[in-house]
C-alpha cells in the first residue's frame, strides 16, 4: 500500500529536469576540481602572490550571498547543493594562500634584513681588501694585476656559479619546471572532457538510485515571489550577482599592471567557465515558468555575465604569455 501511495507521489523526472540534474552535475564536478589546478599551481610555487586577495574575498561575499538567496527562493536542489560548495571551496583556497602570502612575507622580511647587514659586511670586507692590496702591490709590484681582481669579485663569482649549480635543483623540487607544455591546450581539453563524463555519470548513477524521482507539484511553486523572505531572496541574489560580476576586476587589473598571468592556472579558469556555464544551464532548464525565471534571473546574471569576464583573462593568458614576451624581446634586440 505504501509503495501504491509513493507511486502516486512521486514521479520520473521530465528532460528539462534531467537537463537540469545533467548540468548541475558537471557544474558540480567543475567547482570540485576547480581549486586542484590552483592549490598545485600555488603548492609548487610555494607562492599565492599572482593571485589577487580581493578577488578571492569578494568572490566569497558573493557565495555567501548566493547561498542565502537560493535558499530563500527555494530553487533548484542543485542550485543550493552547489552554492554551499562553492563556499567551503573558497574558504580552502583563502586558507592557502593567506597561508602562503604570510609565510612569505616573513622570509622577504628576514632576507631584507640579512641583506642589510650582509651589506655592512660587505662594505667592510671591501674596504679592508683595498687595504691589503693597496699595501701588497706597494711591497710587491710584480705580481700579476689580473689574479687580484677588484674587491668581492671571487666571492660574486662564487655565488653565481653556487646559484647557478642550484638553481635547477631547486626548481625540481618546487615544481617549478620552465620546460613548456608542448600541447596546453589539448591537456586542457582533456580535463574538460573527463568533467563532463564524469558529471553525467554521477548523474546517471544517482537517477538509478531514484533520487531524482520529482514530486507532482508544477515546478516553480514553491515560494510567491511576493513573499518576504522570496524578496529577500531576490534582493541577495542580485547582491550575489553584483559581487561576482566586481570580483574578477582586481584580478583582471591586477595582470595588467604586472603584465604577467604567471602563476595562474589555466585549467582554473577554464573549469570556471565550464561550472557557470553548466550552473546557468542547470537553472534554465529545470524551469521556463516565468515566475520561476524571474526567480532565478540573479543567478544567471551571476554565472552567465562572469563568463565574460573570464573571457577577458583568456585574452591576457595569451597576451602575457612567456612565448609572447620572448618574442617582443627578441624583435626589439
Not at 71 to 94: E, G, H, K, N
Request: charged fraction near 15%; proline fraction near 4%.
Amino acid at each position: 500500500m505504501a509503495s501504491l501511495i509513493a507511486t502516486a507521489i512521486m514521479k520520473s523526472p521530465n528532460l528539462g529536469e534531467s537537463l537540469s540534474g545533467i548540468f548541475g552535475s558537471v557544474s558540480l564536478t567543475a567547482w570540485i576540481c576547480l581549486l586542484l589546478p590552483q592549490l598545485i599551481t600555488n603548492y609548487r610555487a610555494k607562492s599565492a602572490d599572482a593571485l589577487s586577495m580581493k578577488f578571492l574575498f569578494i568572490w566569497l561575499l558573493g557565495d555567501i550571498a548566493n547561498l542565502s538567496g537560493a535558499l530563500c527562493t527555494d530553487l533548484a536542489p542543485t542550485t543550493i547543493a552547489l552554492a554551499s560548495y562553492f563556499c567551503f571551496a573558497d574558504l580552502v583556497l583563502i586558507s592557502q594562500c593567506s597561508y602562503y602570502n604570510a609565510i612569505n612575507a616573513r622570509r622577504r622580511s628576514r632576507s631584507t634584513e640579512r641583506r642589510r647587514h650582509a651589506s655592512t659586511a660587505t662594505q667592510e670586507s671591501d674596504a679592508t681588501a683595498i687595504s691589503d692590496v693597496t699595501e701588497a702591490t706597494e711591497h710587491a709590484p710584480l705580481l700579476r694585476s689580473d689574479s687580484i681582481g677588484l674587491p668581492g669579485s671571487h666571492r660574486r663569482h662564487s655565488m653565481r656559479r653556487r646559484e647557478s649549480t642550484l638553481d635547477p635543483l631547486t626548481r625540481v623540487f618546487t615544481g617549478e619546471d620552465d620546460t613548456p607544455d608542448p600541447s596546453p591546450w589539448l591537456h586542457n581539453a582533456m580535463s574538460l572532457v573527463a568533467v563532463w563524463a564524469v558529471g553525467t555519470a554521477g548523474w546517471l548513477v544517482t537517477y538509478k538510485m531514484g533520487a531524482w524521482d520529482m514530486d507532482d507539484s508544477p515546478a516553480g511553486d514553491g515560494v510567491a515571489a511576493t513573499e518576504p523572505v522570496a524578496v529577500l531572496g531576490m534582493i541577495l541574489g542580485y547582491f550575489s550577482a553584483l559581487c561576482y560580476l566586481c570580483a574578477r576586476i582586481p584580478q583582471i587589473i591586477k595582470n595588467y599592471q604586472e603584465k604577467s598571468c604567471e602563476g595562474l592556472a589555466l585549467l582554473f579558469f577554464l573549469l570556471s567557465l565550464t561550472g557557470n556555464f553548466t550552473y546557468g544551464g542547470s537553472v534554465i532548464a529545470y524551469s521556463q515558468e516565468k515566475d520561476y525565471v524571474i526567480r532565478a534571473l540573479p543567478w544567471l546574471i551571476g554565472s552567465l555575465g562572469t563568463m565574460l569576464e573570464d573571457s577577458v583573462i583568456f585574452v591576457q593568458f595569451r597576451l602575457y604569455s612567456p612565448e609572447r614576451r620572448q618574442a617582443k624581446t627578441t624583435a626589439v634586440a
